[in-house]
């Protein structure tokens, strides 16, 4: 049975861990930023609902960093328990990115901390803007040196490998892998792209449900111009990591694109299925699309899999992963898109009733396309560990316990879901927007 399997059991230990932890990362990445540009718009345009935005995500904020703490502790507990001949053989490499990575998630909390105490403590309110500061540095450098270790996994680096052993080793070299720039890049553009799009869809939700239209109304229009403009850097930093997947892991790109022989003027396969033959049917094919993804040239020759031994194959189901991540991505720039040039021509469809139906669909998607695309990195490693040094069934346990581990964690996990829902709605619901503004404003006229 494959629950009685530890490798299959710790597989997806593994998947259902970062699945859940990657809500509250993507959180602890974008919202930052998100409160920081929304307190500055309010001190510049001296306006209190972008103030008071800016503090309700704030207390918000601190509930996700909480359950973040747990699920973070439990990935860096499982590396152990999960992988320890991975852990034996790179752990004193990744040791230095996972201690930075505590190192910055701390220094982003107290700072989260001070910034919520000091609130009103300050006469000129630029100054406490500034706690903000340390608070998003320390959230991109949390998730820096997270992607790290999934970069060195993904392209090893900074040691010599004699006799199976990793010797030489430079901690810091093997942090700047060849594949560590547009991975870190890709991760924080969109973290901030999917915080501003789910920000925006509960602000279009509440607008549906008729609550303070000039309070959530400029609350959308600021996020969805955010959103915007990180549509447009994930789908460049997208282009730049398709060129890096074509020259150092073709075989992932291979298999997500279902390019099976090697060929110049290559489509790009989206969605379908695979017949007996491996021919996709049912597919939508953009003539040269990934010849131009892999090597920017329409004509260029793009390595099929058939050039792979097929036990070092990636399973051909990162091809839907690869789609999920592309369609939402390109659905969520457009619709950002229409959004910013209705508003600045002054279109009003955008306002009605099945255009911000659109945008609440939009939040959950956004999460969606960031799953996919954790999803495709790691998958799309297989059978790799350490790409081109251990595999999954080397690195694996051997416990026949894990099963049971998966059931608790699984337990454990719905749990902190259920919880942090209801008590973010609970400390949103029993605090509305007028009742705090009506708040403030009678804290500031004392």
């Not at 105490?117 to 309110?125: A, I, K, L, S, V």
């Not at 007996?276 to 040239?297: D, F, M, Q, T, W």
């Not at 049971?404 to 964690?409: A, D, G, R, T, V």
């Amino acid at each position: 049975m494959l629950f009685d399997d530890p490798v299959f059991m710790s597989r997806m230990l593994t998947l259902l861990t970062l699945s859940f932890h990657i809500f509250y990362a993507t959180i602890g990445v974008g919202l930052p930023l998100m409160i920081m540009i929304f307190q500055w718009v309010g001190i510049r345009k001296n306006d209190p609902h972008y103030l008071l935005m800016a503090r309700r995500w704030a207390r918000g904020f601190v509930v996700t960093v909480a359950v973040g703490v747990v699920t973070g502790t439990a990935i860096g507990l499982q590396l152990s328990l999960l992988w320890p001949s991975f852990m034996e053989l790179a752990g004193h490499i990744i040791a230095l990115p996972l201690f930075m990575e505590v190192f910055a998630f701390f220094f982003e909390a107290i700072f989260l901390g001070i910034y919520l105490y000091t609130w009103d403590r300050f006469d000129n309110p630029k100054k406490h803007l500034l706690l903000l500061i340390p608070v998003a540095i320390g959230g991109a450098m949390s998730a820096y040196f997270i992607t790290v270790v999934n970069s060195f996994m993904n392209s090893p680096g900074g040691f010599e490998l004699v006799n199976g052993e990793l010797v030489n080793v430079n901690p810091i070299a093997a942090m700047f892998t060849v594949s560590m720039p547009t991975k870190v890049a890709h991760v924080l553009a969109t973290g901030y792209m999917t915080v501003a799009f789910v920000l925006a869809a509960i602000a279009a939700f509440r607008l549906l449900q008729g609550a303070n239209k000039n309070y959530h109304k400029k609350s959308l229009n600021l996020l969805m111009k955010i959103g915007f403009i990180f549509a447009i850097a994930s789908a460049i930093i997208g282009d730049f990591s398709g060129k890096y997947l074509a020259e150092y892991q073709p075989e992932k790109l291979a298999a997500a694109e279902w390019h099976f022989e090697t060929s110049d003027n290559a489509p790009l396969v989206l969605w379908g299925v695979l017949d007996e033959n491996n021919e996709p049917r049912y597919a939508i094919e953009i003539p040269l699309a990934l010849s131009i993804l892999a090597h920017g040239s329409p004509s260029a020759e793009v390595i099929g899999l058939e050039e792979f031994p097929e036990e070092h194959q990636p399973p051909l189901v990162i091809h839907y992963f690869f789609d999920t991540m592309v369609t939402i991505g390109m659905f969520m720039l457009g619709l950002s898109f229409i959004y910013w040039i209705a508003q600045w021509r002054g279109w009003s469809f955008v306002q009605q009733r099945w255009y911000r139906w659109l945008i609440v669909l939009g939040g959950p998607l956004s999460f969606l396309a960031i799953q996919a695309g954790w999803w495709l990195a790691e998958v799309g490693r297989q059978p790799w560990i350490l790409r081109g040094i251990m595999t999954i069934d080397e690195a694996a346990t051997t416990s026949d316990h894990v099963g049971i581990m998966f059931i608790l964690f699984t337990l454990l996990y719905l749990i902190l879901g259920i919880g942090t829902v209801v008590v973010l709605r609970k400390m949103f619901k029993n605090n509305p927007p007028e009742i705090e503004s009506n708040e403030m404003s009678g804290s500031d006229s004392k």
